[in-house]
């Protein structure tokens, strides 16, 4: 037996409704259910790239995190950039997205390129400058993103340059 699929932004109990009886339960003390069709673009962005929001603050009042999808159109790379204080962590949907970072523990800071496939897993730390490219001349790359912060931290950069090892921010 299946339960008809609940609406966005429906709780636990979608058959259990409102009553005069019983108000409506507070944001914090219910599950949500947000579909794929009611992702929310109005969201942090760097050039080259679409991000859309599922999980946040805004969409389902979560207090320590985000989560949503990231899609980089076929030949496009996005802006230079990073995530202030939050940890993300990246699974690869579908396509062959590149992740680039400058490394600096050489003699010199080499850029590094990070080569995904589906089902792989990238985690970014806080504050590392980075961007997403996707080499594919014709099929979009779309990962699921994770972040510690409750809205998508999004600070773009005029290029990529290497954290000090010291680096504590």
Known sequence: MSEPLTTPGEGFH???HDTQDRPAAPLRTRLHHVRADALDGDTAQS???????AVSGR??????????QTHVAPATASSDHHHGASETA?????GHPEF????????????VRLRTAPGDYIFVPPYVPHRE???????????VIARSTQEAIVVNLPGLYALPADDTV
Not at 105 to 110: A, C, I, V
Request: negative net charge; glycine residues 10%; charged residues 30%.
């Open 14 to 16: 979608p058959h259990l």
């Open 47 to 53: 050039g080259g790239m679409r991000r859309f929001a």
């Open 59 to 68: 969409t389902v009042g979560s207090e320590k995190l985000w989560m949503g």
């Open 90 to 94: 990246i699974y690869v949907v579908s």
């Open 100 to 111: 680039v970072f400058l490394d600096d523990t050489g003699d010199r800071p080499e850029e």
């Open 133 to 143: 490219e996707n080499p594919d001349p014709t099929d979009e790359a779309v990962v």
